[in-house]
């Protein structure tokens, strides 16, 4: 896979010895690729990511992988700060209004198995903004299809055991904690960024079939 070469200004070393064992999903909320490249190398802007994929499938790198880009922010996964220095930001050339576009979706394919092997990464570590930042972040936002990533390994598999009967939101806030939702946040935010992963456009009161996904991912922690 060519990759095309735009260097951000906006990075620096990984704290602590930290090297990268997430990668976290972003899109890019923009009119155009390259008015998204342009604000991730804009020194004012302060924010960058390793990798930009433009909708015909061009991928661009901005930051080398073993350096800190500033894509993350404020989050937390599975008990883990600072995620800029430990994960790699891929940016997806997307508005948030609809789908991702095929080529775009198999450059990622193509670079989620170059990087996951380049680095040991686990695909149960391939994450959203929307998972380390719920209610702050809502990207990749409900049109990307996870589902695709899971089939082919890039990203962990959702459960199929039932839900509870009578669920309730305090129980499920435990359980998604327990599978990596451990930011500080309510359990409407928690349920919310849960379904916006696993059950997109689905809204209204908590159901049995909002504990169904994040089960067995729990039994990871």
Known sequence: MIRHQHPSPNCGPRRDGLTPRLVVLHYTAMDTAEAAIGRLCDPRA??????????????????????????????????????????????????????????????????????????DIPCVNVIGHSDMAPGRKFDPGPWFDWARLETQGLAARRGHDLGPADPDLENFAKLAR???YTADTDPETLLAAVRLRFRPFKSGPIEPEDFTPIRHRATWA
């Open 46 to 119: 302060e924010v960058s990511a390793h990798y930009m994929i433009c909708k015909t499938g061009r991928v661009t790198q901005l930051v080398p992988e073993g350096l800190r880009a500033w894509h993350a922010g404020a989050g937390e996964w599975r008990g883990l700060s600072d995620m800029n220095s430990r994960s790699i930001g891929i940016e997806l050339d997307n508005d948030g209004q609809g789908p991702f576009t095929e080529p775009l979706m198999q450059s990622l394919e193509v670079l989620l198995r170059m990087i996951l092997h380049g680095w």
């Open 178 to 180: 327990l599978a990596g």
